[in-house]
RNA sequence: GUGGCCGUAGCUCAAUCGGUUAGAGCACCGGAUUGUGGUUCCGGGGGUUGCGGGUUCAAUUCCCGUCGGUCACCCCA
């Protein structure tokens, strides 16, 4: 058996690697619509930026090792930390607000399931110097156009959003005690998935009342403003957030997305750093982990840093996302590469000829092969190498017949054949440069 | 880190109750045929049955360990 892959590591054959691009490509395309800024930092950091703001235990989860200087370092496994060092130190001169997005690769040590590898790619796109909602609903709104370009539909995944500011505000008018709330927290993250039971008792033991522990229990089946207003109308604090919320949904219905929305208090985050709005994008089957999850985070720029400026952000990593589209069957398109021309020579063609003809259709930007080898080149019939082209996937095929002119012969599937056999004249072509003949019956075929 | 299930060709799978030299399709390579061509046919390469140990006359098959895969828990960037 040969040697594979590390566990949780992915070999990109070519069948993949088109996925794992057109993923990528997708992504830069959609965020590069609203304007915003690529950078990339360093994937191997000092280990200390990422236990200074998780703690030691992190080390578990982290490729982390010492390096050759004696230096304690971590393959990353995050971006925000690197983005908000690199904000931080140039956080006057910066135009605000920024808007820059990253696809790192990133890495962690754990054993691997389903749409959890110990690698993977994640789209990173964030905010700095915005504290108004307007930038929350723009925030979002790239999430759900992202999936949107991938051929998702509403039927396909939606967003579900809640607000910190909005659920302390509900908790704090349930008169609970801001020590309980890291466990109010834990228990509507679970809610979903724990017996009610257990969440009740956990709420006992945090020390919420019968009546409180109750009402908790029930954030889960308010699903608008409305109807949080009902119930909650009459507190002054929460109705501050909700107003706020209901313009962001306001916003993201003028911006086209609005139908994705669907509020949600169960929506915690497991990050201790989110302050505002946050959002994690789900599979409407419910059959895969969150597609995408971020929020407003505007302390952490200042724990991390030293700058004390409101930021926001989203990631979303290849790993789900490539499940979820193979499952709705938005790959199939995805192809790989082929080339556009393949040279079939006769055994009268030269190779030489062969070689100036290729040489020039690439100057041209036409992706062009041939058998490397001179005596498949020659030797073989031409029905055996035009076999050869379309077994490679070529779109069109050159047959050289005779010395000096090209049949162009296309392969891509059912395309209706030309009446006429079109013959290009190769003869004067030089190597390195346009051909100086008309190529655009070549170019019709290619789609150009 | 804990637990369940699963490891046979590049892929998908087969191999009677434990029994001869572990097979097939697809893919790949070569050839023939088809001569506006992805058809069809013939042939070929490719396996220490994940690895190690045990039971047995005999192990792909049963047992143990280990590694890997997968799913869940934990955790979530």
């Known amino acids: 058996m040969s040697p594979k892959a590390l566990p949780g590591f992915r070999d990109f054959y070519p069948a993949e690697f088109a996925i794992r691009a057109h993923i990528l490509d997708t992504w830069r395309r959609i965020v590069r619509r609203y304007a915003f800024m690529e950078y990339d930092g360093p994937p191997l950091e000092p280990l200390e930026l990422y236990t200074q703001k998780s703690g030691d235990e992190i080390v578990g989860q982290l490729y982390a090792f010492d390096d050759k200087g004696g230096r304690s370092v971590a393959m990353r496994p995050e971006m925000t930390p690197t983005f908000a060092r690199m904000v931080a130190s140039r956080a006057q001169a910066l135009r605000k607000p920024v808007r820059w997005f990253a696809v790192p690769q990133l890495f962690r040590y754990e054993r691997q399931q389903k749409g959890r590898l110990r690698e993977h790619f994640q789209l990173n796109v964030d905010i700095v110097g915005e504290s108004d909602v307007l930038a929350d609903a723009e925030l979002l709104s790239i999430a759900i156009e992202i999936c949107r370009a991938f051929g998702l539909d509403r039927s396909d995944f939606y967003a579900r959003v809640s607000d910190r500011r909005l659920l302390n505000a509900l908790l704090a008018s349930l008169e609970i005690d801001a020590d309980a709330w890291p466990a109010v927290y834990a228990v509507l993250d679970k809610l979903e998935r724990q017996p009610r039971e257990i969440s009740a008792e956990k709420l006992a033991t945090a020390g919420l009342s019968a009546q409180a522990a109750d009402a908790v229990l029930g954030f889960g089946a308010f699903d608008t403003v409305d109807a949080l207003r009902e119930r909650f109308g009459g507190s002054p604090d929460v109705v501050v957030h909700l107003d706020r919320f209901a313009q962001y949904a306001q916003h993201l219905t003028a911006l086209g997305v609005g139908e994705f929305l669907r509020l ?51 990631g979303m990593g290849d790993v789900v996302l490539g499940e979820l589209l193979a499952a709705r069957g938005k790959l199939s398109a995805v192809g790989t590469p082929a080339a556009d021309v393949w040279l079939v020579a006769s ?47 070529a779109r069109v095929a050159l047959v050289f017949r005779e010395a000096g002119q090209a049949e162009v012969l296309p392969l891509a599937g059912d395309a209706p054949l030309p009446a006429d056999r079109t013959v290009l004249d190769t003869s004067d072509w030089s190597p390195t440069s346009v051909p100086h003949t008309d190529l655009s019956p070549l170019f019709q075929h290619l789609g150009r």
């Open 264 to 314: 949600d208090l169960t929506i915690v985050r497991g990050l201790a750093y989110y302050t505002g709005i946050v959002f994690e994008l789900f599979d409407a089957q419910g059959e895969f982990r969150a597609i995408c999850g971020g929020g407003r985070y505007d302390n952490l720029l200042q724990s991390l840093g030293g700058v004390d400026l409101p930021a926001l952000g989203f």
């Open 347 to 393: 055994e009268h063609t030269p190779v030489a000829d062969i070689l100036r003809v290729a040489s020039s259709l690439r100057a041209a930007d036409v992706s062009v092969e041939y058998a490397l080898n001179a005596d498949k080149l020659h030797g073989r019939k031409t029905t055996a190498s035009i076999k050869d082209a379309q077994k490679a996937g």
